[in-house]
């Protein structure tokens, strides 16, 4: 399957800990991007990390890439209840197909 | 703002029925997709169109078909619903991947849950 897999699938934390969610791929990556998806809603675009960029930081969240290992990492720091959702990693294939990871739910507790 | 809109948020409709969802973009993109997601495979993509009545098949499309008569709306039909066919469906629109009006993001609607029984 071309799919991504992210790990872990799910993750608890306490409010205020720091979440740190992993996606890797078999084909190589391309301009990855990671999304959220609140429960029962659409996907929304969080941050986009191209090819050529090692890291990138947007607020409170901080994207790693590795092309060589294909794979990236998503922290987001001093998490909050509100940050509650799942999580999904995104690469572009071709001239417009976007292969999604298979998700990591993350719960922040109060 | 994009908005993406999707006629139904909740669907249940019986076997063998003709099933219809609809969605709308006013951001005037080019792309639209029609994706499935089940729970522990992500999401996958039904259909893709780059252009009014142009469609590209993705990576399960069987069972389904798709119509793309105005370029804000891109219509997904499930020609004979299936029990199988119970997931939620995502629209999304984006702009070309390529070209000097380029751009990686994609816009969702809120989603369809759709129960065949």
């Known amino acids: 399957s071309q799919q991504g897999e992210e790990d872990p699938q799910a993750l608890s934390i306490q409010e205020g800990e720091n979440a740190t969610m992993n996606c890797s791929y078999k084909?190589?990556?391309?301009?990855l991007q990671w999304y959220r998806q609140n429960s029962g809603r659409g996907l929304v675009h969080l941050i986009l990390?191209?090819?050529?960029?090692r890291e990138k930081h947007s607020g409170r969240l901080r994207v790693t890439l590795d092309t060589s290992k294909k794979s990236s990492s998503l922290l987001i720091t001093a998490s909050r209840a509100a940050d509650t959702a799942s999580y999904f990693c995104?690469?572009?294939?071709?001239?417009?197909?976007?292969?999604f990871g298979t998700g990591t739910r993350l719960k922040v507790l109060a | 703002d994009v908005k993406v809109t999707q006629s139904s948020r909740y669907l249940v409709k019986r076997t063998g029925e003709k099933v219809f969802l609809e969605c709308v973009q006013d951001?005037?993109?080019?792309?639209m997709f029609w994706y499935r997601q089940d729970p522990g495979l992500g999401l996958r993509l039904i259909y893709f169109?780059?252009?009014?009545?142009?469609?590209e098949k993705g990576d399960i499309p069987e069972g389904y078909s798709v119509s793309r008569e105005k370029k804000e709306r891109f219509s997904l039909i499930l020609e004979s619903a299936s029990t199988n066919q119970t997931s939620m469906y995502l629209c999304?629109?984006?702009?070309?991947?390529?070209?000097?009006?380029?751009?990686?993001?994609?816009?969702f609607g809120p989603g369809t849950r759709l129960t065949v029984t």
């Open positions: 999304a629109s984006s702009l070309p991947l390529l070209g000097p009006a380029s751009s990686y993001e994609q816009y």
């Open positions: 084909t190589s990556i391309n301009n």
């Open positions: 990390i191209r090819s050529n960029e």
């Open positions: 995104a690469t572009v294939a071709g001239t417009y197909k976007y292969i």
């Open positions: 951001m005037d993109h080019e792309n």
């Open positions: 169109s780059y252009d009014v009545k142009m469609k």
